[in-house]
């Protein structure tokens, strides 16, 4: 007979943290009413302060903005800072001045963001605050603080050698899996992962613990046999890497569980997965009583295992258990897929309104893929850091980085064949009465579904598998497997290294059969897109056959990276020109983060640099120092001035710029969206791109280049403003076809209703990114 194992002290030490978990619950329900606390800062909401303090936070880059926690002398502060202005550190001094607000909550979906604030100990926030002064050098604090700012720091080298080798968004996506950062994941990109249902994969989880335990422990036992010194090591490492992460819940809750786990089979006993649980909701619970109800994150986190560890071995003894063959194995596989949709999807559809009815399946074939990322994003990291020194090996982080954004590639267009199932999602919302019902059903399910297992079903299992019968139609090796799969045993890592060899092999081998892709891709015909990089302009002239092409401005923020990213292969990193219309925030930031991306073979601007030191730390004094440093040659755009691109001897393109017509360095206009550079694509087609000219711009042309003016293609001026796009203008250029770029519900109303109105009098087709998001017209 198989022996059973009893644990009457494991149930009881569960019961114990249950019981201790479900007080820590009530201690948080009770801070919930809790407003503003006494002596906070907060106190302070609506009214413009200036005050000093310490930046005690990790730095989250998003695509718009850069977000830091401040420790004032009464307590934190969320500040909201634009992301190209300012090098901030974790341990920078510094005194701001704004308007100081209480978050608010998005009423688009359930999520609380003040509460979310709150479980981190932050009830107030200031907006785009002014920087009065700011402070660097040696962090003073005590040895602790000084170690977690070196970790810090070396995640911020760990950011930039993914930027370095990897473009957006792959470089979000392999820094949100491997250090957790998801500032820079395209929000289209997210929503996709969502309605997938496979959004968990820019998470720091489980997976991430196991790699790293696995992957140490087996490098270790090549050095020491003595596995005290290898559990110590192995614990380290996980420490680390859950600092470096940033210590979010979802992390925290796997580098409990991953340690406790291989503590168990450090002693030689069989892990208790329920008792790891538990113990970690209880550790972590106790540091934070309000992360049950302020984390999105701790909740998916823990219902995704309790799916794993309570629902899936259910569902598998009932239905799979023993079974051999590889349409058993992948039925499994689909069944801890849908053990985990069935705890965490309500919840998910609560949040966020999306519920995905394939996620079972995505899962089931999307994660073998994202698997082989995450290894081989650790790989470019390290190979990164050594070709510091070793300049050679930089090669082949190189040729690592493009099978990522291969398999990402591969990845993404799966998700999108999976969209296009009819029902493959649905989008709503849901009350939280249901949302409770339904678990409490769930519970009640899982109960009574125990009961019957481990009464009629799993004691028939056993006792055939003892048979005779079983013994001689599968064979001593089968069972001497099952048996032991129900025994204790010491060496989780044993065949794992060939066994993962060998899937990384297959997988990449199925990869290389979809490369034709790209064969069809780099011979598309030219085309110009509209960036949707928000409320700004980023225009793309793009020819894939001969790799060219011409970014004109860059919108605000980082938005660019993932438009740019989306329509360019993975694989080309240059630019061959950038155009700068003129120095405002909503065109020349963006083009900031590009130059610190790409390889920038020319740059045209429509003035020189500032003239003196102090607009030199304003965006243009920045992004013309960054032109310097990287050694990009500069030229200022005037009127007549023509440029022409060839290749093969024959004529690809030719551009043409209509102003300005002096230098502006020297004459300041008052209104500086006049001084935007106005350029024409003469070949292959007619496209006039306006910038911010206004509408005593557009006179102006009218008197002096009325003859040069026709196009088929017309990029309005300022965004489709009121104070542009004249009728006498529209009459010249005789256009087919109106670009507006603008963010959607933009505060400026963009664009205005009297120019949507002149444009459709005239029959002339719209395109707005606003509405349509980024746009592709064929040249």
Not at 62 to 75: D, N, P, W, Y
Not at 533 to 542: P, T
Not at 711 to 716: H, M, N, S
Not at 748 to 758: D, L, N, R, S
Request: hydrophobic share 45%; charged share 20%; net charge positive.
């Amino acid at each position: 007979m198989i022996e059973k194992i009893s644990r009457p002290k494991s149930r009881i030490f569960i019961v114990l943290c249950i019981f201790f978990v479900t007080l820590v619950t009530v201690r948080g329900i009770l801070q919930l009413s809790d407003g503003c606390p006494s002596g906070d800062i907060c106190e302070l909401a609506g009214q413009k302060i200036r005050v000093e303090g310490e930046i005690v936070s990790l730095k989250s880059e998003r695509l718009e903005k850069t977000i830091i926690e401040v420790e004032t002398s009464k307590g934190k502060i969320l500040v909201i800072l634009p992301h190209t202005q300012y090098e901030l550190q974790y341990g920078d001094k510094l005194i701001l001045e704004g308007k100081l607000k209480l978050p608010a909550r998005n009423s688009e979906d359930n999520f609380s963001y003040p509460l979310y604030l709150k479980g981190k100990g932050i009830y107030s926030m200031m907006d785009y605050p002014e920087i009065l002064a700011g402070q660097k050098g040696e962090y003073q604090g005590n040895r602790l603080d000084k170690f977690y700012k070196n970790i810090l720091d070396f995640r911020e080298k760990v950011r930039e050698i993914l930027n370095y080798y990897l473009v957006n968004p792959g470089s979000a996506v392999v820094g949100a899996m491997i250090i957790g950062d998801q500032g820079g994941v395209p929000q289209e990109l997210r929503q996709k992962l969502s309605k997938t249902g496979i959004i968990h994969i820019l998470s720091v989880s489980g997976a991430h613990v196991t790699l790293i335990i696995a992957m140490t422990a087996f490098l270790l036992s090549f050095f020491t046999c003595r596995r005290f010194v290898i559990f110590l090591v192995v614990s380290a490492g996980v420490i680390f890497y859950l600092l470096l992460a940033g210590s979010p819940n979802c992390a925290s809750r796997s580098a409990i569980m991953g340690l406790l786990v291989y503590l168990a089979f450090y002693r030689g006993e069989n892990p208790n997965l329920k008792t790891a649980l538990w113990f970690s909701a209880l550790a972590l619970l106790s540091l934070n009583p309000l992360a049950i109800f302020s984390d999105v994150g701790f909740e998916l986190s823990f219902l995704a295992v309790i799916g794993m560890i309570y629902v899936f071995p259910l569902l598998d003894k009932s239905l799979t258990w023993g079974r051999a063959g590889l349409q058993w194995k992948a039925l499994r596989v689909l069944l801890l897929s849908i053990s985990i949709s069935l705890t965490t999807t309500p919840l998910v559809y609560y949040y966020f309104g999306i519920v995905s009815w394939i996620s079972p399946v995505a899962n089931l074939i999307l994660i073998p893929l994202f698997s082989l990322i995450l290894p081989m994003g650790f790989l470019v990291v390290v190979i990164g850091l050594v070709s510091q020194a070793f300049s050679s090996l930089g090669v082949i982080a190189e040729m690592i980085a493009v099978l990522i954004q291969f398999i990402l590639y591969i990845a993404e267009h799966a998700a999108d064949i999976f969209l296009k199932i009819p029902g493959s999602y649905s989008e709503g919302s849901v009350k939280p009465g249901w949302i409770i019902l339904y678990y409490i059903l769930l519970f009640l399910g899982v109960l009574f579904f125990y009961f019957v297992v481990k009464r009629y079903i799993f004691p028939r299992r056993l006792k055939y598998f003892e048979s005779e019968e079983f013994l001689n139609k599968v064979g001593t090796q089968r069972a001497v497997f099952l048996r032991r799969k129900i025994k204790k045993y010491r060496n989780i890592f044993e065949d794992m290294p060939s066994k993962i060899l060998l899937f990384y092999c297959a997988s990449v081998c199925c990869l290389l059969f979809f490369s034709l892709d790209y064969l069809y891709s780099s011979s598309r015909s030219p085309r110009l897109i509209m960036l949707n990089v928000g409320q700004g302009d980023a225009f793309l002239l793009d020819w894939p056959r001969y790799h060219l092409q011409i970014l004109i401005d860059g919108g605000p923020g980082r938005n660019i990276l993932s438009e740019l990213g989306d329509a360019l292969p993975f694989y080309d990193r240059k630019i061959e020109m950038l155009i700068l219309s003129h120095p405002h925030q909503d065109h020349i930031e963006g083009l900031i983060s590009v130059v610190e991306r790409y390889k920038v073979a020319q740059a045209v601007l429509n003035s020189l640099p500032p003239n003196n030191n102090a607009e030199m730390f304003s965006l243009p004094g920045i992004f013309w120092k960054q032109l310097i440093d990287k050694k990009i040659p500069i030229s200022i755009s005037k009127k007549g001035q023509k440029i022409f691109f060839n290749s093969n001897e024959k004529k690809t393109a030719e551009l043409e710029f209509l102003s300005p017509f002096f230098d502006y360095s020297k004459n300041i206009i008052a209104n500086i969206n006049d001084q935007s550079a106005i350029a024409k694509m003469n070949y292959p087609r007619e496209v006039l791109f306006m910038g911010d000219s206004s509408s005593k711009m557009e006179r102006i042309l009218l008197s002096k280049e009325s003859h040069n003016l026709k196009c088929e293609i017309l990029k309005i001026g300022h965004h489709g403003s009121r104070f542009s796009t004249s009728n006498e203008f529209l009459d010249a250029v005789q256009a087919k076809t109106a670009l507006i770029s603008a963010g959607k519900s933009n505060l400026f109303g963009h664009p205005a209703q009297a120019t949507i109105k002149k444009l459709d009098e005239k029959k002339i087709k719209i395109y707005r990114t606003d509405i349509n998001g980024h746009n592709i017209l064929d040249l």
